[in-house]
């Protein structure tokens, strides 16, 4: 009996997460149907109400800014929009925090998470998994002695949340890992193993 039980969570676990970060996700992308006016609402249209319909609208309109912005005149309204909001205070030093971590992230030349690593966190001899994300720069570099990188190590079972550190390039090896495999197998607490990949020699160039 206790097998089947276990069994059955097996199952029904990772379907009812995944369902309920689907719901989430959705009704959160729904909050964008309070930008059309009371009429326009599908509630109103249709008698009832439509799950769903906002996060629709909300990828016509991620899609139709892209869109605008890759026209000149868009591109100038964006130039025209960013400088009015550098010039808020407050505003300014959020804004820019944020976009410099977005154009990284989502950027098709950005360097984030280049690389699965390997390094020894929190102490020597406990290892975990990281990921290069470029070298340190300003004048951090200058207070460094011989190779540095810069890695981001996240927690587990949130990796949106961790750690960033600058290690020297010699105690950091590369795995031959994706990026894809390695995130996995940090949600998964390591209950999920990648394919059986050796390990590379540590990374001295980055």
Do not use: C
Request: charged share 10%.
């Amino acid at each position: 009996m206790r097998k089947y039980f276990i069994t059955g969570l097996l199952i029904l676990v990772p379907l009812a997460i995944t369902l309920w970060v689907v719901n989430l996700i959705i009704s959160t992308m729904d909050q964008s149907l309070l930008l059309l006016p009371p009429q326009w609402q599908p509630e109103a249209l249709v008698g009832f109400r439509v799950p769903g319909m906002g996060a629709i609208l909300t990828l016509v309109i991620i899609f139709l800014t892209g869109v605008v912005a890759q026209n000149f005149i868009g591109k100038h309204v964006v130039s025209l929009w960013e400088l009015l909001l550098k010039r808020i205070p407050v505003v300014n030093s959020i804004y820019s925090s944020v976009k410099q971590v977005s154009d990284t992230l989502f950027s098709s030349s950005g360097n984030a998470f280049r690389k699965a690593v390997l390094v020894q966190y929190p102490r020597a001899g406990s290892w975990t998994i990281a990921f290069l994300t470029g070298v340190p720069g300003g004048d951090v570099k200058n207070h460094l002695v011989g190779e540095y990188v810069s890695v981001y190590v996240p927690t587990t079972p949130n990796p949106t949340s961790g750690f960033f550190l600058m290690m020297p390039a010699a105690d950091v090896i590369e795995l031959d890992m994706s990026v894809d495999e390695a995130l996995k197998y940090i949600v998964s607490m390591g209950v999920v193993a990648p394919p059986g990949n050796i390990a590379k020699n540590a990374v001295s160039s980055a």
